[in-house]
Each structure stands twice: as structure tokens, then as C-alpha cells.
């Protein structure tokens, strides 16, 4: 059973396209997160999403959109996909508050803007 | 705002070397702080953490100690081997805010193991 399940792992696209990518988790965390890792491996914060309540948005363009249909489900909609939004995007899950076991990610979606 | 500094990578050791990896934080109040590993082309996994001063995160051979005298959280295993390597690393969640306010993470340390 996986914790943080995300769709797709790989997305090759063309520039100007609309695309979207879904994650799911199944451990019952109240708080979801997407990350941004560039090529440089360097990891950023993108949104968070907290009882379907954005509580974080980066100094991220306008084109990202953050959307999710319930507690269990944040999906990561981008318009007009330029070159530079190529990277691994990362979703992840947490207990509001409680650090004890961290933030559980998943696997990450490659997105290859051409 | 908060930040976390690792050593620049690759690092690159024979099997069974010593291993340090350092992390330095820089946050306001008692910020719990975390090690994670990604291997390559997988996902990032929580490696150990720990969430105050004086307290040690272990888990696979690997530990750290939380230094707040030193703002310090550096990685340390006594014999590495091939598996181990990946890319490291170091993060912080600041105690100040309310829980939904992310992880602040380092740029990252390549290891790289050779037989």
C-alpha cells in the first residue's frame, strides 16, 4: 500500500500546454505539500494545503494552481508550461503540527517541458 | 527566515570509510530537524530526525546529534557501504507558526560509495 502515491512519474509535454499532476494519500494527514526539485537537486516549497485551506504559496507564477477535491487529494494543475518548469515535482503529506514522523513524499513526477 | 547549510558535494569515499555529512540551521526557537536520503531516481525517505537539543537521531548505521549550542546537525556513519549511495539531505521545521508551514530543506549532499 502505498503512503503518497503520485500520477504521473513521467510527463514529457510541448511548451504552452496545460497539464496536471494528481497525488493521493492514504494516511489519514490533514496537511499536503507540493515541492519543486530543479535539476540542481535543490529542493523548494511550492503550496500547502491544509483542510482544503491553502496556508502557503511561494513566490511561485500564477500559472501553478493547487486544487484539491477533498483531505485526501492535492492535485497540481500548471497553465502555459514554459522550459523552465521542468523538474521533479514532489507532493508529500503530514500530521498538522506533529513532527515526530516527519513529511512523507512521494515518489516524484519528471516533468520534461520540450 | 529559516535556513539550512550542507557541505557541497559529491563526496566521494571507499567502502567502509567514516562518513560525516555537515549541516548547520539557522532558524528561530527550538526548530525539529531531519535528515533525509533519496536514492536515484526514487522518492526522498526520512533517514532520522530529532526534535530537541541534546537528542540523537539514528536509523541504519547513520546518526546525529541535535547541537544548539552550535546550531549543528551533522550525519555521521562509522563504515559506509555501495548502497549507501545517494543524495542527503538536512532539513528543519521551525517551531514557530503552526504545523502546515513545510520543511525548509538544504541543497542537498551527492554521496557517492566506490567498492
Known amino acids: 500500500d502505498t503512503a503518497v502515491s503520485q500520477t504521473p512519474k513521467y510527463l514529457v509535454t510541448q511548451m504552452g500546454n496545460d497539464k496536471s499532476i494528481k497525488c493521493e494519500q492514504n494516511l489519514g494527514h490533514d496537511t499536503m505539500y507540493w515541492y519543486k526539485q530543479d535539476s540542481k537537486k535543490f529542493l523548494k516549497i511550492m503550496f500547502s494545503?491544509?483542510?482544503?485551506?491553502?496556508?502557503i504559496n511561494e513566490t511561485v507564477p500564477n500559472r501553478f494552481s493547487p486544487k484539491s477535491p477533498d483531505k485526501a487529494h492535492l492535485n497540481l494543475h500548471i497553465n502555459s508550461l514554459e522550459l523552465g518548469d521542468s523538474a521533479v515535482y514532489f507532493c508529500?503529506?503530514?500530521?498538522?503540527?506533529?513532527?515526530?514522523?516527519?513529511?512523507?513524499f512521494g515518489s516524484g513526477t519528471r516533468l520534461t517541458v520540450v | 527566515g529559516d535556513s539550512v547549510t550542507q557541505m557541497e558535494g559529491p563526496v566521494t569515499l571507499s567502502e567502509e570509510a567514516f562518513l560525516t555529512i555537515n549541516c548547520t540551521y539557522t532558524?528561530?526557537?527550538?526548530?525539529?530537524l531531519f535528515w533525509y536520503v533519496q536514492y536515484p531516481g526514487e522518492g526522498l525517505q526520512l533517514l532520522l530526525k530529532a526534535t530537541k537539543a541534546d537528542d540523537k537521531g539514528s536509523n541504519k548505521g547513520f546518526e546525529a546529534t541535535y547541537r544548539k549550542e552550535t546550531t549543528s546537525f551533522h550525519l555521521e556513519k562509522g563504515s559506509v557501504q555501495v548502497s549507501d549511495s545517494a543524495v542527503y539531505f538536512c532539513a528543519l521545521k521551525g517551531s514557530s507558526g503552526g504545523g502546515a508551514d513545510g520543511l525548509t530543506f538544504g541543497k542537498g549532499t551527492h554521496l557517492i560509495i566506490q567498492p
Open positions: 532558524a528561530t526557537g527550538y526548530p525539529s
Open positions: 508529500a503529506s503530514s500530521q498538522d503540527g506533529q513532527t515526530i514522523y516527519g513529511y512523507t
Open positions: 494545503y491544509n483542510n482544503k485551506e491553502l496556508i
